[in-house]
């Protein structure tokens, strides 16, 4: 067994140092005096000499052959570091600023060959200390498969991908190798002896890479300057590097575990490596560790903090993904909060009114149903200035924001950060505010420019959609006004009809037959008008100004109204309000909102209605114990044109209802849970006869 696996040594590792030095010859014989050439043709003598000594072991058994090998398989490993250093190594405008990245890779490598070379030295020389010599070297020689691994990653994550396919084969060459090499050096660890099968073929595996690298080296002619080194590979690569430092930690743990714990060395053993790799998993799914370490990345080991090329294309996708208004709104807090290491954030939106800003979206933090009127401090500060208002700043160095109050709400808010404006040409379609990052970041010039430019881009995309929007909802009124013609049409058809009938009525009013034609023309005249008004509702703008409107008249109408249909309300008025509007049309609002409740509401139920002041305006509230409606409904559907839960319904009522009341100055507010009960607030400004102007004919209706 052994005289077969010495002839399998024999001639793996004699292939190795015939190929590798063939392949020197020729690199020789095209030899070009930059420091990428010299450095490759290092590393392939290196590698040819260390074939050859190993074969020299095979054949003859010396230790000193033995020792020679592996002090020229470290003295290779250095030279491949070197070579792809080299690569990796920036040139012109970009050399100081990736200088102490690369000044820490090349300290690494230099470190671990040291502690190589000093091992082997005390194994080769049986030199007892208090740690096993040839333990260590075996550490070392996985940590220098590891340092390889991450070399070539970084390399391969920096070129560009247009010419990607160069240097495919050296990182699938050398990738190989090493990787085969991290299996017998892991495998060595575990099991305390080197597997007799695996390092006869050692040679074989690294021999394989040399047509690769040649293909490589055939295909770039300057790789150097095709390398861009990106803030997303470095911090990868130092993923991989804390991951193999902790591997190889954890190694020597287990191995001291288990020589010291007797007999229960191995169960230890286990546990260990299993707590470790649950450790390892736990660490890695930790989004404050990341932020931790990508902070850190980028606050040492660049000028800038972050890659602009990245950062926008993520946040353009983000924002271009095909999804509905409100996604697209929690696509923008994300894309903020990504940029900063926040966890969450919420979307406040201008209203359609335009009169106050209101939370549209909201990621990992509560609704909330407050509001920010668009002349408050706040918001005139962000649209004046459209800074960034950092709230741990603010507090404390307030006099850094001049003329910004902020609400109380805001300050109140536990976890709020930063609030980000978001302008749409000359005005502010809303604003982000963030929650506390993950780890503790500086908010920067950089930071706050990059916010404010991204700011800018995410304005003019929620601005883009909301003109979308209205211009699919003008499309729609097109439609609805189109259907109106029809309508009229069959209205016109149904007076004709009528007309032609009372014409002769005065003939045959006493003819029997003609009395039973008359009722059946209308009854179907009736129920073809009843079917036309479920279709189409009038909504024709007054052209009268406003006057004062009793309210409590109003509500009485509308109770007697619908106790001759048979539904009662009870109705709880407070003394004489008098509202400012247009009586048919604030009465048609508050029967919509009454006729609603009483829909939603089965028999047996109960629809109140109340009425009040409250800050100075007359406030109407219905409340039923009805059907109730969705969170969803309410802040997407909900007032908007088309959007109705009946079966019948055309969604025009509440549209109707809600731009109304905001033409006279007031608002609506609807707080709704599923299989409760709804409340509508209906807040209307109160008639003011010393500064509103009415005619000598017009007054206070009743």
Not at 175 to 192: E, H, K, N, P, V
Not at 511 to 536: I, K, S
Not at 544 to 562: E, M, T, Y
């Amino acid at each position: 067994m052994e005289a077969g696996l010495n002839t399998l040594n024999a001639w793996s590792y004699g292939l190795t140092g015939f190929v590798f030095a063939a392949f020197a010859i020729f690199h020789a014989a095209g030899w070009k005096t930059s420091l990428r050439s010299r450095t490759l043709f290092l590393a392939v003598v290196l590698s040819a000499l260390w074939g050859v000594f190993s074969l020299a072991f095979a054949l003859t058994g010396y230790a000193l052959f033995l020792a020679s090998s592996l002090f020229f398989d470290l003295l290779r490993y250095g030279a491949w570091f070197c070579f792809l250093l080299v690569l990796l190594l920036p040139d012109g405008s970009a050399a100081h600023k990736s200088s102490l990245r690369w000044n820490l890779l090349a300290s690494v490598g230099l470190v671990l060959l040291a502690i190589g070379v000093i091992a082997q030295a005390l194994a080769v020389f049986n030199i007892g200390l208090w740690f096993p010599p040839r333990r260590v070297a075996l550490l070392d020689a996985l940590a220098v498969s590891v340092f390889a691994l991450v070399l070539l990653e970084q390399l391969w994550r920096n070129v560009n991908l247009e010419l990607r396919w160069s240097i495919k084969p050296l990182c699938l060459g050398l990738g190989g190798a090493i990787l085969f090499d991290l299996y017998l050096f892991s495998d060595a660890l575990l099991f305390g002896r080197i597997d007799n099968d695996a390092f006869s073929i050692r040679g074989f595996a690294h021999t394989l890479t040399v047509p690769l690298v040649a293909l490589s080296t055939s295909r770039s002619k300057d790789w150097k300057k095709r390398l861009v080194l990106s803030q997303r590979a470095a911090l990868q690569s130092a993923s991989l590097v804390a991951v193999g430092v902790y591997l190889v930690f954890m190694s020597v743990a287990g191995y001291y575990v288990r020589y010291f714990g007797g007999e229960w060395g191995r169960a230890l053993q286990l546990a260990l490596l299993f707590s470790a790799l649950l450790l390892l998993g736990i660490l890695g799914l930790s989004g404050a560790l990341r932020a931790k370490f990508r902070v850190l990345i980028g606050k040492h080991f660049f000028s800038y903090r972050y890659d602009y090329r990245e950062e926008w294309l993520r946040f353009t996708n983000a924002l271009s993904a095909p999804d509905d208004s409100t996604e697209m709104g929690r696509h923008v807090i994300k894309g903020l909060a990504n940029m900063v290491e926040s966890p969450a954030g919420s979307l406040w939106l201008k209203d359609s009114s335009r009169r106050f800003y209101a939370q549209s979206t909201c990621w990992n933090v509560p609704e909330t149903a407050l509001t920010e009127d668009v002349d408050s401090r706040l918001c005139v500060f962000l649209t004046d200035s459209g800074w960034i208002v950092n709230l741990e700043e603010y507090r404390v160095a307030p006099h850094r924001y001049t003329d910004l109050e902020l609400p109380a709400w805001l300050i109140e808010a536990p976890d709020a950060w930063l609030v980000i404006p978001l302008p749409t040409g000359s005005e502010m379609i809303g604003f982000v505010i963030l929650a506390t990052a993950r780890t503790a970041m500086e908010v920067n010039w950089e930071v706050n420019d990059l916010l404010k430019t991204a700011g800018r881009q995410a304005g003019a995309f929620l601005g883009q959609t909301r003109a979308a929007e209205a211009l699919l909802e003008a499309r729609k009124f097109d439609a609805f006004n189109r259907m109106s013609a029809f309508v009229v049409h069959d209205l016109k058809n149904i007076v004709a009809q009528l007309s032609l009938m009372l014409k002769n009525a005065e003939r045959h009013r006493d003819n029997p037959e003609f009395q039973q034609d008359m009722l059946m023309t209308v009854e179907h005249a009736v129920e073809r008008m009843r079917q036309l008004m479920m279709q189409l509702r009038e909504g024709a703008t007054p052209l009268d100004s406003p006057r004062g409107i009793d309210l409590g008249a109003v509500i009485r109408r509308i109770q007697a109204a619908k106790s001759r249909q048979g539904r009662e309300i009870e109705i709880d008025l407070a003394d004489k309000l008098v509202a400012k509007g247009h009586e048919d049309r604030v009465e048609r609002v508050i029967g919509h909102v009454v006729q609603n409740a009483l829909d939603a509401t089965e028999q047996g139920g109960q629809v109140r209605v109340r009425m009040e002041k409250r800050d100075g305006n007359a406030a109407v509230l219905v409340r039923d114990t009805g059907h109730g409606m969705s969170p969803e409904f309410l802040r997407e559907r909900l007032f908007k044109p088309f959007q109705t839960t009946k079966p019948a319904g055309m969604g025009i009522g509440a549209y109707e209802s809600f731009q109304y009341v905001h033409e006279l100055g007031g608002k609506i507010s609807v707080d709704s849970e599923v299989n409760v009960g709804t409340q509508v607030s209906l807040l209307l400004p109160l008639f003011d006869v010393r500064s509103d102007e009415v005619s000598p004919d017009e007054g206070i209706s009743a």
